[in-house]
């Protein structure tokens, strides 16, 4: 299994463009969550996801959008990119969270630069 | 109410030595307590966890200890080597729907040879 992965890796974006970071993983699980690492300030959630055609926001998700087609492929949507969206971004998933003790799998990230 | 309070924000330890990191909670809903570990360029991994009807728990050199009362929980590192310098995340999670996990701020932990 190759678990979560993420493309790009890192990506300099200008102001005002446009992107979608992908995420795919393999162990069929249901939730997936997107989230935001700057330094100093740990991990913030931006989406999550239930199961496949359900989402739902986290604790910040201005200035992006997601969709959830494929149980496997979570792709996070930058519409302006402004230079507040500069962060590491980490794509996760766990099999379930009714009991609230699954174990989230992180991706390796994508590095985003906005100038 | 959803915050996670860690400390400290760095952390620098002799080889051999034992690095402590602490976090509190207020949520009293929160019933279980991961810690993750991010080495350079990776993701998180999970480390360990525990939940509230035990104070301690351990997995080889890496001991939770939980104060219920004073919702308070720690991370010890016992015999703490160069390749245990890395970026310590605690974190809570609660029974919802989704269980979010609040994550807190990290520890950076650097183990001198």
């Known amino acids: 299994n190759a678990g979560v992965t993420q493309t790009p890796k890192f990506r300099i974006l200008k102001i005002g463009q446009s992107m979608t970071l992908q995420c795919t993983q393999d162990?069929?699980?249901?939730?997936m969550y997107w989230y935001r690492q700057d330094p100093g300030m740990g991990l913030k959630l931006i989406y999550y996801?239930?199961?496949?055609?359900?989402?739902d926001k986290g604790e910040v998700p201005n200035g992006y959008n997601v969709s959830r087609s494929t149980t496997e492929d979570f792709p996070l949507r930058l519409e302006l990119a402004a230079p507040s969206q500069t962060s590491v971004y980490f794509c996760?998933?766990?099999?379930?969270?009714?009991?609230?003790?699954?174990?989230?799998?992180f991706g390796p990230g994508t590095r985003l630069l906005v100038l | 109410q959803q915050q996670v309070k860690q400390s400290p924000q760095s952390l620098i330890v002799q080889k051999g030595g034992i690095p402590i990191i602490n976090c509190a909670y207020e949520?009293?809903?929160?019933?279980?307590f991961p810690w993750y570990q991010q080495f350079p360029g990776k993701g998180p991994a999970l480390l360990i966890a525990?939940?509230?009807?035990?104070s301690e728990k351990k997995e080889g050199r890496f001991t939770i200890s939980f104060n219920k009362s004073a919702k308070q929980f720690s991370l010890h590192i016992m015999d703490s080597q160069p390749g245990d310098s890395a970026t310590y995340f605690c974190a809570a999670s609660g029974p919802s729907s989704a269980s979010k996990i609040i994550f807190g701020s990290g520890t950076r932990l650097s183990i001198r040879p």
């Open positions: 525990i939940r509230p009807d035990v």
């Open positions: 949520n009293t809903a929160f019933d279980y």
């Open positions: 996801s239930v199961g496949a055609g359900i989402t």
């Open positions: 996760a998933s766990s099999y379930s969270a009714a009991s609230g003790s699954e174990t989230q799998y």
């Open positions: 162990m069929n699980h249901n939730y």
